[in-house]
């Protein structure tokens, strides 16, 4: 079956080759980084997770959003769902191959990431981060494979295979209610100090993650022939609406409580992050942004605008956009200020960073258009 990913056109071998060469670029930067260590990075003693643990923190929200699809589909029996619950969960394994990899090159020695597992403590959010990460991976490449090959032998698939995919649906919201809990459990950091950081990590996960779904559906149609189907489009459109007014609505709770109740620490960070207090060099400006792609998105999602097509995918983008914006630099960047010397601290990624990031993010849509490659393929011979 692999030999699907082995038969394509010229665009498709000039893709892979792309993407090989942003891979290797990224490797040159990540050995640069080992021999000098992290100082070659934006990040320091008062920014310590920079723009690695922002794509960490979006990538576990998109490896959770698979549970969007695989939940209507085999729970409720939603046959609008029937083409692509194999792409969401084909869509789970490079995200968290790819978090997996942002937390490797985040370490200031890459190979203290087996102290994890050598010298496990119970006790330690991260240390469950991991396993849960690592489980889920494995649940959603056995899951998605096994759907797969059974549909290129035109057989059903195991019986064993159903207890596997009820286990995955709650796994799905485990990895990044653990991944909030990184957050929500540390004191003197305002910003991530709240109950709802759970609440509003499920709500942006299951926002952006169908989102960015939907757009590689509409990929698919255009460029493979393979049709998930407009109805399915339509489906996650109504998932994504509900879920990034949610998201939205969280971070309005988050402004009133930190207005209404008076505490300056809170204030601040929010007020540093959004209005660009006390530091001309912060990310207010793609805060606003993600605030401007946030409106317009709904604007589409909630007015007749939505029975377009063209403005539909565009609304996906946007909400895709400003979820990555706000949930990745903005919430963990912003989470460092004020400082506890009450100070501002400045971080913007540096060229070797920017690199190496891209670096991964090239391997995970390597792995990504792989197998979605083989998908098409098997579908193709039906």
């Known amino acids: 079956m692999f030999e699907k990913a082995l038969h394509g056109s ?149 019986a064993w295979l159903r207890p596997l995919i009820y286990l995955s649906i709650p796994w799905a919201i485990s990895i990044h209610t653990v991944t909030a809990f990184l957050y929500a459990g540390l004191p003197g950091r305002d910003l991530w100090l709240t109950a709802i950081t759970g ?47 949610a998201h939205v609505f969280f971070i309005m709770l988050e402004f009133f409580t930190a207005l209404y109740s008076g505490i300056p620490a809170q204030r601040a960070s929010l007020a540093h992050l959004y209005w660009g207090w006390n530091d001309p060099g912060s990310l207010t400006l793609f805060i606003w942004i993600s605030m401007a792609l946030a409106a317009t998105a709904l604007l589409v999602l909630y007015t007749g605008a939505r029975m377009r097509t063209g403005w539909l995918l565009a609304a996906f983008a946007m909400v895709f956009l400003s979820v990555w914006i706000e949930k990745g630099m903005g919430f963990v960047v912003g989470g460092f200020t004020p400082d506890p010397l009450e100070r501002i601290p400045v971080y913007w990624p540096a060229p070797n960073e920017i690199l190496i990031t891209a670096g991964v993010w090239a391997a995970g849509l390597l792995v990504l258009v792989v197998l979605f490659k083989i998908t098409a393929g098997v579908r193709a011979q039906d």
């Open 199 to 245: 609440a509003r990590f499920l709500a942006s996960a299951f926002s952006s993650g169908p989102a960015l779904l939907a757009l590689l559906c509409a990929l698919s149609r255009r460029f493979t022939s393979f049709d998930p189907g407009e109805r399915a489009e339509r489906s996650l459109a109504v998932i994504i609406t509900y879920a990034f007014s």
């Open 10 to 158: 010229r665009r498709y071998w000039l893709l892979l080759g792309a993407l090989g060469v942003v891979i290797a670029a990224g490797i040159v930067g990540f050995l640069l980084q080992n021999a000098q260590g992290l100082v070659l990075t934006g990040m320091s003693r008062s920014v310590s997770w920079g723009l690695y643990i922002a794509q960490f923190t979006f990538l576990v929200g998109v490896a959770a959003s698979a549970v969007t699809v695989v939940l209507p589909y085999y729970i409720h029996d939603h046959k609008a769902f029937g083409k692509i619950t194999i792409l969401g969960e084909f869509l789970a394994v490079p995200a968290v191959i790819m978090c997996l990899l942002f937390i490797f090159v985040d370490l200031g020695q890459p190979f203290r990431i087996f102290h994890v597992v050598i010298y496990p403590s119970l006790t330690s959010p991260m240390f469950w981060d991991t396993v849960v990460l690592s489980i889920y991976l494995a649940l959603n490449a056995v899951i998605g494979w096994t759907v797969i090959s059974a549909e290129y032998r035109r057989t059903a698939p195991p």
